[in-house]
T-cell receptor
């Protein structure tokens, strides 16, 4: 059964720093990987979707990479801002009709 | 605005009192699903639907029912809620199970 792990569970950094969030999954036979951010009371917002054939995706200050063979993905946030404070979730889709398998998230705090 | 809506957003009820959480999407998506999020366990899929009148169990379906009579709506029904169903519930929709998933704002349910 697929397991998704996110490290670290929590992270606090000063504003302006570049940072990396990590996600690993046990079964490399995935169809795609999606990064979300979760804000209290506002649900999940999709940030980036990487297909299994892709190596990375970029959106603004965010860059997500995927190394399917090693079962790893990273989310790089450049020039962090206090508004980036949230919980970041990684989820994989294995290609069937089932849903996403989620990690437990990284709780990120950007200190002003 | 493309969105997934859920109602109610917050609900406190008592054991055994039937309730329904509604989910609606305006993107004409075929695939819809329900998740619950619990501390330490992350998000887990309850039920999903590939299209109208087509539903199937996810990872944690016990105690829940769903229906898909129209493409846009996918209500979650708890016929006899119990305290272990206290959780944060999310509805999601997409073009298919392997496409980018869009989540609703969540429904926080407390069963006393």
């Amino acid at each position: 059964k697929q397991e998704v792990t996110q490290i670290p569970a929590a992270l606090s950094v000063p504003e302006g720093e570049n940072l990396v969030l990590n996600c690993s999954f046990t079964d490399s036979a995935i169809y795609n990987l999606q990064w979300f951010r979760q804000d209290p009371g506002k649900g999940l917002t999709s940030l980036l979707l990487i297909q299994s054939s892709q190596r990375e995706q970029t959106s603004g200050r965010l860059n997500a990479s995927l190394d399917k063979s090693s079962g790893r993905s990273t989310l790089y946030i450049a020039a962090s801002q206090p508004g980036d404070s949230a919980t970041y979730l990684c989820a994989v889709q294995e290609g069937g009709a089932d849903g996403l398998t989620f990690g437990k998230g990284t709780h990120l705090i950007i200190q002003p | 605005e493309a969105q997934v809506t859920q109602n109610p957003r917050y609900l406190i009820t008592v054991t055994g009192k039937k309730l329904t959480v509604t989910c609606s999407q305006n993107m004409n998506h075929e695939y819809m699903s329900w998740y619950r999020q619990d501390p330490g366990l992350g998000l887990r899929q309850i039920y999903y639907s590939m299209n109208v009148e087509v539903t199937d169990k996810g990872d944690v379906p016990e105690g829940y029912k769903v229906s898909r009579k129209e493409k846009r709506n996918f209500p979650l029904i708890l016929e006899s809620p119990s305290p272990n169903q206290t959780s944060l519930y999310f509805c999601a929709s997409s073009w298919g199970p392997n496409n980018e998933q869009f989540f609703g704002p969540g429904t926080r349910l407390t069963v006393l």
